[in-house]
């Protein structure tokens, strides 16, 4: 049976109110993956209660509802969750390039175009961004997957609503899973130079809806079924804490030498360091260990 | 076994060009989703080999038809295997995986694709097909052209998938063995059983072609330096410093940016500093939109100064520029875009009154049409050519009219007044004025040439803001009709709801009132919290029941022990079960004797008999039933007494009968009849 990610405060006391970080209700969309637990003030009570966990959405109608409460408040886990959307966002603007007209040189005597970049260009770009998502953490060289998903949660469009609704009521346990695989098989296409945002929300989807009916994927490229075979090898649990870059050059597979190669490049060129790796675990994190 | 070169063959089962190249290659790869950018590829992989002996044209050319026909095949996967007729909408869904590997002998290129399912695969002596260049339909066309370009060529095909893979190679020259390339193996077609084969055959090194340095690659060895300053100097126009022209080409500059984004080059800001003495301040005219660079070649245009180095560059927009404005041919503006080769303007900057015979026709023609006149088949252009009209009817009345008739009388008149004049003064006189009237024309021919196009750009500038202000309108117009409908909606919903607002009023006064909702609305709340409550032990049980689930499941039974646990668990439910139903039966028998009582109760009491009477009538009765309770137990013992007495006589009955029959049946009888009779007597 799997695991869901259950957070360990349902509850906050009314005097931490100030640590949190909150945001409009109104500005919330719908279906939009929360990036940590959402917790509303009660004034009555003087008490922060968990209104939905990490992963899960609103609808319509729950926002609406909500929005007497005026704000959302986050734990200041959010904190270490923001860069990882903000390299989404990048991400999204390098995929998204398209040609630009140059103007207000003085030198210009024609139409001067911009193309945009090709796909080594973006490939390197791309890894320029993820690079720094990857951490020194005390186990070895790893990526959160949560985090991985909040990247790609960014990166991507929002699901589907009738997919995302029939996911959460099917099977609760397994939505989880299949959120945190889809984003995982985005990110090594990403860091195989895969850049097409077309393709790889294509991809997205088609992981989760595999995940959730528990089916094998199937593609007509051979080297997107590796990619796949090593994301749900390397990702078995939604618990699992972090994902280790030493997975792919135990790999004797063709795909796992090309990881294994671009991993080298991170490491030696954009990999984070410091004393508190983020991770949803321990107290900086939003589950208790 | 296949072989090419002296290295020898690793794999060919896998897909990848690692498998046909030695241990220490370098296979760089990249996934490509369109055609576009092949170049930029091309370009980075031959910097990237650059000094590695390969022949770069070949190795180009196989690059790049290698990845068109890998997309082609793929393509028609969605619109057949055609030509691409679209350019933008052209990506793929899934991705070609381009591997580009090098070892000390050979470049190998490989392309991995998915081949429709439009196109039938016949493997069956495809190589001798290919060989023979027998080909049967346009993917075995493109596997020929690609084996013909390459010095060899692997096809590998799952056919169960349909994945493919097109491997060409090509060797270096001075590193292949040249028997290799002379002796060209035929087509190797492989047929991929991916279970077959877990490991792939790894080479040195793979590397993305991002992660090569390509600014360094890409870069241009020999790089042009800046412009400098022109070597034969700059050029002043008269009473010009060099300070006061830097001043004002700054100042020329910042206004043409203020008025549009765009910026004009230098040269045109000098010619426009000529014109400015020319026309006063008048011409420093900006057309604010996309078409400044356009103005200022129009400008040089007008002018006619130095510019055709600068039109060389710009040519080709101003060409649209004025067939966009004026809609004249090509070879109209081709004319006008070389005013150093304009006889006309020339004749202009050296004085001359001549006109060519073609503009002579063409102002003619315009003379006779009058102002209708259009020469230029844009009809929306018609009020621009008119003041064209104007200013050419203009020039043409200063060439050929009748001041051009008047001075020409004049230079013929002046000669024989010349003649028989003999004062000298006078002659100058003449002379001079002749020359100075000669003059004039060409400053005015000159002056009407630049009012033409001055009016010409005010009325492009005017007919732009006529444009923009009847947009203007229009999108006002239309919103205000939408703002107009929107009020009528509104009063419309106005009405709906005043009237909806009426009903409910009627509707109210029938009901009751509302403290019957009210009522229903705490009954309503009152069931809510009942059903939460309910909900709340049931989920509390559901808790339960999955924590008992779970504890069921890892003590690991067997199911044998399980399905013996159920059968007993059941069992004693069904027991309970009955048991409860009897507790039920017994309780509801209790209940109905207990409501009798009851029922009796309340009879009596509705009756309203005296209790103390009947206290007293109840003692009574007991006393007297006490009484004879005692009479019947002392009639009882009488009862058993006699009872015994008759069981006594009984017996002896019994034994005096046996007395008797033996006294019969012995000689004693008579004795003992007396003694019978005596008995009985006494008795």
């Given at each position: 049976?799997?695991?869901?990610?259950?957070?360990?405060?349902?509850?906050?006391?009314?005097?931490?109110?100030?640590?949190?970080?909150?945001?409009r209700i109104?500005?919330?969309?719908?279906?939009?993956?929360?990036?940590?637990?959402?917790?509303?003030y009660?004034?009555?009570n003087?008490?922060?209660?968990?209104?939905?966990?990490?992963?899960?959405?609103?609808?319509?109608?729950?926002?609406?509802?909500?929005i007497?409460?005026?704000?959302?408040?986050?734990?200041?886990?959010?904190?270490?969750v923001?860069?990882y959307?903000?390299?989404?966002?990048?991400?999204?603007?390098?995929?998204?390039?398209k040609?630009?007209e140059?103007?207000?040189?003085?030198?210009?005597?024609?139409?001067?175009i911009?193309?945009?970049?090709?796909p080594?260009?973006?490939?390197?770009?791309?890894?320029?961004?993820?690079?720094?998502?990857?951490?020194?953490?005390?186990?070895?060289v790893?990526?959160?997957?949560?985090?991985?998903?909040?990247?790609?949660?960014?990166?991507?469009?929002?699901?589907?609503?009738?997919?995302?609704?029939?996911?959460?009521?099917?099977?609760i346990?397994?939505?989880?899973?299949?959120l945190?695989?889809?984003?995982?098989?985005?990110?090594?296409?990403?860091?195989?130079?895969y850049?097409?945002?077309?393709?790889?929300?294509?991809?997205?989807?088609?992981?989760?809806?595999?995940?959730?009916?528990?089916?094998?994927?199937?593609?007509?490229?051979?080297?997107?079924?590796?990619?796949?075979?090593?994301?749900?090898?390397t990702?078995r649990?939604?618990?699992?804490?972090i994902?280790?870059?030493?997975?792919?050059?135990?790999?004797?597979?063709?795909?796992?030498?090309?990881?294994?190669?671009?991993?080298?490049?991170?490491?030696?060129?954009?990999?984070?360091?410091?004393?508190?790796?983020?991770?949803?675990?321990?107290?900086?994190?939003?589950?208790d260990? | 076994?296949?072989?090419?070169?002296?290295t020898?063959?690793?794999?060919?089962?896998?897909?990848?060009v690692?498998?046909?190249?030695?241990?220490?290659?370098?296979?760089?790869?990249?996934?490509?989703?369109?055609?576009?950018?092949?170049?930029?590829?091309?370009?980075?992989?031959?910097a990237?080999?650059?000094?590695?002996?390969?022949?770069?044209?070949?190795?180009r050319k196989?690059?790049?038809?290698s990845?068109?026909?890998?997309?082609?095949?793929?393509?028609?996967?969605?619109?057949?295997?055609?030509?691409?007729?679209?350019?933008?909408?052209?990506?793929?869904?899934?991705?070609?995986?381009?591997?580009?590997?090098?070892?000390?002998?050979?470049?190998?290129?490989?392309l991995?694709?998915?081949?429709?399912?439009?196109?039938?695969?016949?493997?069956?002596?495809?190589?001798?097909?290919?060989?023979?260049?027998?080909?049967?339909?346009?993917?075995?066309?493109?596997?020929?052209?690609?084996?013909?370009?390459?010095?060899?060529?692997?096809?590998?095909?799952?056919?169960?998938?349909?994945?493919s893979?097109?491997?060409?190679?090509?060797?270096?020259?001075?590193?292949?063995?040249?028997?290799?390339?002379?002796?060209?193996?035929?087509?190797e077609?492989?047929?991929?059983?991916?279970?077959e084969?877990?490991?792939?055959?790894?080479?040195?090194v793979?590397?993305?072609?991002?992660?090569l340095?390509?600014?360094?690659?890409?870069?241009?060895?020999?790089?042009?330096?800046?412009l400098?300053?022109?070597?034969?100097?700059?050029?002043?126009?008269?009473?010009?410093?060099?300070?006061?022209?830097?001043?004002?080409?700054?100042r020329l500059?910042?206004d043409?940016?203020?008025?549009?984004?765009?910026?004009?080059?230098?040269?045109?800001?000098?010619?426009?500093?000529?014109?400015?003495?020319?026309?006063?301040?008048?011409?420093?005219?900006?057309?604010?939109?996309?078409?400044?660079?356009?103005?200022?070649?129009?400008?040089?245009?007008?002018?006619?100064?130095?510019?055709?180095a600068t039109?060389?560059?710009?040519?080709?927009?101003?060409?649209?520029?004025f067939?966009?404005?004026?809609?004249?041919?090509?070879?109209?503006?081709?004319?006008d875009l070389?005013?150093?080769?304009?006889?006309?303007?020339?004749?202009?900057?050296?004085?001359?009154?001549?006109?060519?015979p073609?503009?002579?026709?063409v102002?003619?023609?315009?003379?006779?049409?009058?102002?209708e006149?259009?020469v230029v088949s844009?009809?929306?252009?018609?009020?621009?050519?008119t003041s064209?009209?104007?200013?050419?009817?203009?020039?043409?009345?200063?060439?050929?009219g009748?001041?051009?008739?008047?001075?020409?009388?004049?230079?013929?008149?002046?000669v024989?007044?010349?003649?028989d004049?003999?004062?000298a003064k006078v002659?100058?006189?003449?002379?001079?004025?002749?020359?100075?009237?000669?003059?004039?024309?060409?400053?005015?021919?000159?002056?009407?040439?630049?009012?033409?196009?001055?009016?010409?750009i005010?009325?492009?500038?005017?007919?732009?803001?006529?444009?923009?202000?009847e947009?203007?309108?229009k999108?006002?117009?239309?919103?205000?009709?939408?703002?107009?409908?929107?009020?009528?909606?509104?009063?419309?919903?106005?009405?709906?709801?005043?009237?909806?607002?009426?009903?409910?009023?009627?509707?109210?006064?029938?009901?009751?009132?509302?403290?019957?909702?009210?009522?229903k609305?705490?009954?309503?709340?009152?069931?809510?919290?009942?059903a939460?409550?309910?909900?709340?032990?049931?989920?509390?049980?559901?808790?339960?029941?999955?924590?008992?689930?779970?504890a069921?499941?890892?003590?690991?039974?067997?199911?044998?022990?399980i399905?013996?646990?159920?059968?007993?668990?059941?069992?004693r439910h069904?027991?309970?079960?009955?048991q409860?139903e009897?507790?039920?039966?017994?309780?509801?028998q209790?209940?109905?004797?207990?409501?009798?009582?009851?029922?009796?109760?309340?009879?009596v009491?509705?009756?309203?008999?005296?209790i103390?009477?009947?206290?007293?009538?109840?003692?009574?009765?007991?006393?007297l039933?006490?009484?004879?309770?005692?009479?019947?137990?002392a009639?009882?013992?009488?009862?058993?007494?006699?009872q015994k007495?008759?069981?006594?006589?009984?017996?002896?009955?019994?034994q005096?009968k046996?007395?008797?029959?033996?006294?019969?049946?012995?000689?004693a009888?008579?004795?003992?009849?007396?003694?019978?009779?005596?008995?009985?007597?006494?008795s």
């Open positions: 049976m799997e695991e869901t990610l259950e957070f360990s405060a349902k509850k906050l006391r009314h005097d931490v109110v100030a640590n949190l970080f909150k945001v109104d500005s919330i969309k719908p279906y939009a993956l929360m990036l940590a637990p959402v917790y509303i009660l004034k009555s003087r008490k922060l209660i968990a209104v939905k966990g990490p992963l899960d959405f609103f609808t319509a109608s729950e926002l609406r509802h909500l007497p409460f005026k704000y959302f408040y986050f734990s200041p886990f959010i904190a270490a923001l860069p959307r903000e390299a989404g966002r990048q991400a999204r603007f390098v995929l998204n390039m040609e630009q140059v103007v207000g040189k003085a030198e210009s005597l024609y139409p001067e911009i193309l945009p970049p090709s080594f260009e973006r490939s390197d770009a791309i890894l320029r961004i993820i690079g720094p998502l990857w951490w020194k953490y005390k186990e070895g790893g990526v959160d997957p949560f985090l991985v998903t909040v990247f790609v949660n960014e990166l991507c469009m929002l699901f589907p609503t009738d997919k995302l609704m029939l996911a959460r009521d099917k099977d346990e397994n939505y989880d899973l299949a945190l695989r889809s984003s995982w098989v985005v990110f090594l296409c990403l860091l195989l130079g850049c097409s945002l077309e393709f790889i929300n294509n991809i997205r989807i088609q992981v989760f809806d595999d995940v959730i009916n528990k089916k094998l994927v199937k593609s007509d490229a051979e080297e997107i079924l590796d990619i796949i075979s090593i994301s749900y090898s990702l649990s939604s618990r699992l804490k994902i280790k870059s030493d997975v792919f050059s135990e790999s004797d597979e063709k795909i796992g030498l090309k990881l294994a190669a671009r991993m080298k490049r991170v490491e030696r060129e954009f990999l984070s360091s410091g004393s508190h790796p983020p991770s949803i675990y321990g107290k900086r994190g939003f589950i260990v | 076994m296949f072989s090419f070169g002296k020898q063959v690793r794999s060919l089962k896998r897909f990848g690692a498998g046909v190249l030695g241990e220490d290659s370098e296979v760089f790869y990249n996934a490509l989703f369109s055609t576009r950018h092949i170049g930029k590829i091309s370009d980075l992989l031959s990237r080999f650059n000094g590695s002996g390969i022949d770069e044209i070949k190795f196989l690059l790049i038809f990845i068109f026909q890998a997309y082609r095949a793929q393509f028609s996967r969605r619109i057949g295997f055609k030509l691409l007729s679209r350019w933008m909408d052209d990506s793929l869904e899934t991705p070609l995986i381009i591997e580009c590997g090098i070892d000390n002998e050979k470049v190998a290129i490989g991995s694709f998915c081949i429709s399912k439009n196109i039938s695969i016949n493997i069956d002596e495809l190589s001798e097909r290919i060989s023979r260049k027998e080909v049967r339909d346009s993917f075995e066309e493109m596997l020929a052209d690609l084996y013909e370009q390459s010095d060899c060529l692997i096809f590998k095909y799952h056919s169960e998938s349909r994945k893979e097109v491997i060409s190679i090509i060797g270096i020259d001075g590193k292949i063995d040249p028997v290799s390339i002379k002796k060209k193996p035929p087509l077609v492989v047929l991929v059983d991916r279970i084969s877990k490991q792939a055959p790894k080479p040195r793979y590397i993305d072609l991002g992660d340095d390509y600014p360094k690659l890409l870069k241009e060895e020999k790089t042009v330096k800046n400098e300053g022109f070597s034969t100097g700059d050029f002043l126009a008269p009473e010009e410093t060099g300070d006061n022209l830097v001043e004002k080409k700054l500059k910042s043409l940016t203020s008025g549009s984004k765009k910026a004009v080059h230098p040269d045109s800001v000098k010619v426009l500093k000529g014109e400015r003495d020319a026309l006063g301040d008048e011409d420093s005219i900006v057309i604010s939109g996309s078409d400044d660079e356009s103005l200022a070649g129009s400008r040089e245009w007008g002018k006619g100064k130095g510019i055709v039109l060389a560059g710009a040519k080709g927009k101003i060409r649209n520029f067939r966009k404005l004026w809609g004249r041919s090509e070879e109209e503006i081709s004319s070389v005013p150093a080769s304009d006889p006309d303007l020339s004749r202009s900057v050296d004085g001359s009154q001549m006109e060519s073609e503009e002579h026709a102002l003619e023609h315009y003379l006779a049409e009058g102002d006149v259009n844009r009809v929306d252009d018609e009020k621009l050519l064209e009209a104007h200013a050419r009817k203009l020039l043409f009345e200063l060439r050929v009748s001041f051009d008739n008047l001075v020409k009388q004049m230079e013929r008149d002046v024989p007044i010349c003649k004049v003999k004062n002659v100058n006189w003449i002379r001079t004025m002749s020359v100075m009237l000669s003059s004039e024309k060409a400053r005015l021919q000159e002056m009407a040439r630049k009012l033409n196009l001055n009016i010409r005010k009325e492009i500038s005017s007919e732009k803001k006529i444009t923009e202000l947009e203007e309108m999108r006002k117009d239309i919103q205000l009709s939408a703002k107009q409908n929107a009020i009528l909606r509104n009063k419309e919903q106005l009405l709906q709801v005043t009237r909806n607002m009426d009903k409910l009023k009627n509707l109210a006064q029938d009901v009751s009132g509302a403290s019957h909702f009210k009522q609305d705490a009954m309503n709340q009152r069931v809510l919290t009942i939460k409550e309910e909900n709340y032990k049931l989920i509390q049980r559901v808790d339960e029941l999955r924590q008992q689930l779970t069921v499941q890892s003590s690991a039974k067997s199911q044998s022990q399905g013996t646990e159920y059968v007993a668990l059941k069992a069904e027991r309970l079960y009955k409860a009897e507790f039920k039966k017994s309780n509801r209790l209940m109905d004797h207990i409501s009798t009582i009851k029922q009796g109760r309340s009879e009491q509705g009756a309203g008999v005296d103390s009477e009947g206290n007293r009538r109840l003692e009574a009765a007991m006393k039933a006490t009484l004879n309770k005692k009479d019947a137990d009639m009882k013992v009488r009862v058993l007494v006699l007495q008759e069981v006594k006589l009984k017996m002896e009955i019994i005096y046996r007395l008797l029959e033996d006294s019969k049946t012995s000689d009888g008579a004795q003992a009849e007396a003694k019978v009779k005596a008995k009985g007597e006494e």
